[in-house]
């Protein structure tokens, strides 16, 4: 089960953004792009942030321009493996937390909303993935005790997808709206 502060029975977990991802179709840092005037990742990091997640790092990309806007950020240890060993990062710098909610640094319409209906919906389960017209497994929370193990192993033997390296975890889908989930790759996402 979700460990819970003890006071007000709010589960507690923490939040990672991953920003380390080439931006090749954006042909610049996808983190560092304004959306309604807010670098995106400060959009995903202010959503973790917003839903109750302690603390909100952010795993690879460029560290000096993230640290300048405030996130604490860690370099990625698997960098150009993909994202799940930007996942992987997260899980070892927030050893010890029960639960982490990681996000992709291109959903700048993720809300504290969302965020919190992924962290209620995941009961004893391994993980909650967000869900739209598919599952989005880079906009999840896990449960690092158990999905850590599977996720490493998958990547110990080659896995590089995040969405095949789940196939050995106890996993819930949450139906959220399509716009949390709008992924900027490219630079005609960013007037969609």
Do not use: Y
């Not at 029975?9 to 792009?33: C, E, H, N, P, Y």
């Not at 990742?41 to 973790?48: G, K, N, S």
């Not at 909610?101 to 209906?117: F, H, I, K």
């Not at 993935?129 to 989005?136: D, I, K, N, P």
């Amino acid at each position: 089960m979700a460990s819970t502060d003890g006071a007000g029975g709010t589960t507690v977990f923490a939040g990672a953004v991953l920003t380390g991802g080439q931006s090749s179709r954006m042909g610049q840092d996808k983190a560092l792009i304004d959306v309604g005037g807010v670098p995106m990742v400060l959009r995903v990091a202010t959503a973790l942030e917003g839903a109750g997640a302690v603390p909100v790092l952010a795993v690879g990309g460029d560290g000096v321009a993230l640290a300048a806007l405030g996130i604490r950020w860690v370099p990625d240890r698997h960098p150009g493996e993909g994202p799940l060993g930007g996942l992987l990062t997260a899980f070892a710098a927030l050893d010890g937390h029960e639960l982490v909610v990681v996000a992709a640094t291109d959903l700048p319409g993720l809300t504290p909303e969302v965020v919190r209906a992924l962290v209620d919906a995941i009961g004893a389960r391994d993980a909650a993935l967000a869900r739209t017209s598919g599952v989005e497994p880079l906009c999840a929370v896990w449960r690092m005790t158990t999905a850590g193990p599977v996720l490493g192993g998958a990547f110990a033997r080659g896995e590089r997808a995040v969405h095949r390296a789940v196939a050995g975890l106890d996993v819930v889908a949450v139906d959220v709206p399509s716009g949390a989930l709008r992924n900027v790759n490219e630079p005609e996402d960013l007037g969609r």
